[in-house]
């Protein structure tokens, strides 16, 4: 999946996980990955939910997704 974080709008978030291309736990993923490669230079991560607990809210906002249950344009960027 290709997706430039640092450009991306929820728009296009939102498109990607409507076509099926990104699930909301592989957004989290690229998120982390992104956290970690800046962090120690920008300090701009202060702390992050324990990745157990992300990754859960994730599976039941997937869940919710998969079922037709989409809770605004900004769910699974934002975590709602």
Not at 44 to 50: F, G, I, M, N, W
Not at 60 to 79: C, H, K, T, V, Y
């Amino acid at each position: 999946m290709s997706i430039d974080l640092s450009t991306a709008t929820a728009a296009d978030l939102q498109a990607k996980l409507s076509d099926g291309s990104i699930t909301i736990k592989s957004l989290i993923q690229l998120y982390l990955n992104r956290i970690a490669k800046y962090d120690g230079y920008f300090k701009a991560a202060l702390a992050t939910v324990p990745e157990d607990l992300l990754y859960k809210r994730a599976s039941m906002l997937d869940d919710e997704r998969a079922n037709g249950s989409i809770r605004g344009p900004f769910m699974g960027s934002q975590f709602s």
